[in-house]
Nanobody
């Protein structure tokens, strides 16, 4: 079993920055992919950024490219999401996720169905 615990959410003004963290506990050896997803009220959960934990390759949603950066600290089993130039439309609950699939094609890295472990989420609110 794997437990994921997010932190770092909060309220900021547009143009501000936040850094989300996701601590992974348990049997994390087979977390080959990890990602950040978000869900705004009334909308589907969408993928924001993902990383292949063994090689470090990353993948981003077009809406956050150039503004968000996903990274990992393997020694401490922690995933990060640095969010800069935040916009009101970034307001959502942000979730950390892990996948034990050995391989996910790039086109599927942001699909929620590819991930089998989820955190409880951390709220990000961006005001204009």
């Amino acid at each position: 079993q794997v437990q994921l615990v997010e932190s770092g959410g909060g309220s900021v003004q547009a143009g501000g920055s936040l850094r989300l963290s996701c601590a992974a506990f348990g049997y994390t050896y087979y977390n080959y992919y990890m990602g950040w997803f978000r869900q705004a009220p009334g909308l589907e959960r969408e993928g924001v950024a993902a990383i292949y934990t063994l090689g470090g390759s990353t993948y981003y949603a077009d809406s956050v490219k150039g503004r968000f950066t996903i990274s990992q600290d393997n020694a401490n089993n922690t995933l990060y999401l640095q969010m800069n130039s935040l916009k009101p439309e970034d307001t959502a609950m942000y979730y950390c996720a892990a996948s034990t699939k050995i391989w996910i094609t790039n086109a599927y890295m942001l699909r929620k169905n590819e991930y089998n472990y989820w955190g409880q989420g951390t709220q990000v609110t961006v005001s204009s």
